[in-house]
């Protein structure tokens, strides 16, 4: 009886594993989409930025760091001096208000676990809980 | 008839070994510098691994004085020397606490901008600078928002200083850059930038209320120079970004890294060159409106009565560096045309990026004769580049030496590069 339960126990383990596996994989492709016609632009193919402009999303603090601060980042865009591996950044992060909380989610999912980045997913709740925090 | 084919075989191997050598040498010469040049230039390395080389300028005695954009050891300016003569900097002294962009010499007097400020500094009769730490403040409490920062300097012969103050802005949105947002007519921005400022500098201290506002309606100007033949400022302005990731449903992504050119002007006093309200379509070969200002890509509004270019360049190269070539030392064809250093761009993603170049554009009374040539070319490191972050170098300053050669300066690798005009093919 015993045995059986440890069996059961192990199996739903690692079930729920391979769902939150397979949900991550999705969100992943599903935010390179958004990546590509929104982010794009100014963060490049590769995710290094443009020097003096437009910062990389290569390993920094601000992307692999508190996910709280990287969504509202793009609720509220970003207009600061901010310094990375000793280079500074000109240009403002415009805000991306018109993005839904699942795709908020999946491309801030994307950019953590590409470029040779890899993070936690960013869950649309967790969207959810600051996009009603900040009153958007 | 052996002896027929004995001679064919020997010629076409005379051939095929000239051919071959020839080959060798012009990578040969490709290699030396880094760069590639037309027949009969050479680029030797000056200096590199400077640090964010923006701006630089030559002084009578060869000493290359170079403006950094961030402080390299503390200190903002560099000044190159080649004590032994075999074309390499050999020593260098650093001063100034402050980064910056715009550096030039005129009547005895080194002027050099930090974002928001110009000092100057004298030379003593052994051509060395007199007041390293304490230079005089010309002009002071410019704008400094971060965007489109530089201050880059000209003189003319009068003892007036033009410095460039570019807007903090892409198109004047009321959020910048931001989908939706309205532009705001009349621009706020442009009564302390977007434009050319005029000052003396015969005058301490100068701020706003004793500047004049030379010309108007330039986003972003990095590169200009006086043209002594004219008597006239030229500029090249950065036009704006963002056409179709602002505004998808009107632009493509294809149009958008074409659209708009990078401008090249005659700036004469009170010009208007239309920015925020307008930009310049290079396949229309007018002036619209743009979309934050009720524009659809093919209305012109008021834009029909903004200056013109005198050339447009490809859209989002960033001309960063203008120099007119008032030696001989380059040959007749050179004399008093245009070389524009093109940083480079970012805005034609996911498309391949353009710029990263030196052009050269003919002159004839004061006005474009011809076609741009690429002048110099390979600085972003070759058919591998693909992203801004890549680029080996990027092209940011020129500057012409009393003996007729002309400087490149590079504001990613650091590099100075010298081009002499050797005649060897």
């Keep these: ?136 | 008839m052996r002896r027929i084919i004995t001679s064919v075989v020997f010629l076409f191997a005379v051939t095929f070994t000239a051919c071959a050598n020839d080959s060798t040498k012009n990578k040969q010469a490709a290699i030396a510098g880094g760069l590639k040049l037309p027949p009969g230039f050479k680029a030797t390395v000056v200096a590199d691994k400077l640090g964010k080389a923006r701006h630089l300028v030559v002084n009578s005695n060869g000493d290359i004085y170079v403006k950094l954009e961030r402080l390299k050891d503390g200190k903002g300016i560099l000044r190159l020397r080649d004590t032994n003569g075999d074309g390499v900097a050999d020593e260098t002294f650093a001063f100034a606490n402050y980064a910056g962009t715009g550096i030039a010499i005129k009547n005895g007097y080194l002027y050099s901008s930090s974002n928001s400020e110009v000092y100057r500094y004298k030379f003593n009769a052994k051509n060395e600078i007199e007041n390293p730490d304490n230079p005089d403040v010309i002009i002071k409490g410019l704008v400094d928002k971060r965007q489109h920062a530089s201050k880059s300097l000209v003189l003319d012969d009068k003892g007036n200083i033009y410095v460039t103050i570019g807007a903090p802005s892409n198109a004047c949105q009321e959020t910048d850059r931001t989908a939706g947002s309205p532009g705001q007519t009349p621009c706020p921005i442009l009564e302390t930038a977007g434009g050319v400022w005029l000052f003396r500098t015969d005058k301490l201290n100068q701020t706003y209320a004793e500047g004049i506002r030379y010309v108007t309606g330039l986003r972003n100007v990095v590169g200009l120079d006086w043209n002594y033949s004219m008597n006239e400022l030229y500029v090249t302005q950065h036009g704006r970004d963002q056409l179709s990731q602002l505004n998808p449903t009107q632009y493509s992504v294809e149009q958008n890294a074409e659209l708009p050119a990078e401008e090249f002007f005659m700036a004469k006093k009170g010009m208007d060159f239309g920015w925020p309200y307008c930009y310049y379509d290079p396949i229309q070969k007018k002036k619209v409106l743009g979309p934050e200002y009720g524009g659809d890509g093919k209305t012109e509004g008021q834009c029909g009565t903004k200056e013109k270019p005198l050339y447009a360049f490809p859209a989002h190269w960033a001309p960063n560096a203008l120099l007119f070539y008032t030696g001989t030392k380059f040959g007749e064809k050179y004399k008093n045309g245009a070389f524009i250093a093109f940083h480079g761009s970012w805005n034609r993603a996911p498309l391949k990026q353009g710029g990263y170049n030196v052009v050269f554009v003919p002159m004839k009374d004061g006005k474009p004769s011809g076609e741009h040539e690429i002048f110099a070319d390979d600085f972003a490191g070759g058919e591998e580049f693909l992203t801004p972050a890549k680029a080996q170098h990027r092209p940011c300053g020129l500057a012409m030496g009393t003996d007729g050669s002309m400087y490149i300066s590079d504001d990613q690798g650091g590099t100075i590069w010298k081009i002499t005009y050797t005649g060897e093919k």
């Design chain 1, 1 to 136: 009886m015993k045995k059986s339960l440890i069996v059961l126990l192990i199996a739903v383990i690692a079930f729920s594993f391979s769902t939150q596996q397979q949900d991550i994989k999705a969100s992943i492709q599903r935010g390179k989409k958004i990546y590509e016609s929104t982010c794009l632009a100014c963060h490049q193919p590769d995710g290094a930025g443009v020097p003096r402009m437009n910062p990389p999303l290569i390993k920094t603090k601000n992307v692999l760091g508190d996910k709280s601060k990287l969504i509202r980042t793009i609720l509220m865009g970003l207009d600061e001096e901010m310094e990375i591996n000793g280079e500074v950044y000109s240009n403002p992060m415009p805000s991306q208000p018109h993005l839904k909380d699942q795709e908020v989610g999946d491309v801030l999912t994307y950019i953590r676990n590409s470029f040779g980045n890899k993070a936690s997913m960013v869950t649309t709740a967790e969207v959810k809980a600051i996009r009603a925090k900040i009153k958007l």
